[in-house]
């Protein structure tokens, strides 16, 4: 019995891991993706932000962070305000963006 306790508990973590988000891959798709505009360090962009006329959230502060993962992948798929969805991102991608941008804490 413990035999097989200790396979399903591998078993689960190796799926866990499979479904992961990986935010080393999330680094690329964003520095791809959003760098641009929101800064290679989640800092947002000046001349971006003073050309679109608008205030936007460094990825870095609690705002940004304390959002769920959810409401994240939410933004880049439909966007918010003047930022465009994020056409080029989707799928396993977002969750990987999602999972860089919440190693960006301040």
């Known amino acids: 019995m413990k035999t097989l306790v200790n396979v399903l508990g591998v078993a689960a973590m190796a799926a866990a891991m499979t479904f992961a988000a990986n935010a080393t891959a999330g680094k690329a ?5 959003c760098k ?3 800064g290679a360090d989640g800092t947002p962009n000046p001349g971006i932000a003073k050309m679109m006329k608008v205030d936007m959230k460094d990825l870095k502060s609690d705002d940004v962070q ?3 993962d959810a409401d994240i992948k939410k933004i880049v798929t439909d966007g918010k305000g003047k930022m465009k969805p994020v056409k080029s991102v989707s799928g396993e991608a977002i969750d990987n963006v999602v999972a860089y941008i919440k190693t960006l804490k301040k």
């Open 29 to 33: 798709i964003y520095d791809r993706a």
């Open 36 to 38: 641009t505009c929101h």
């Open 66 to 68: 304390n959002m769920s």
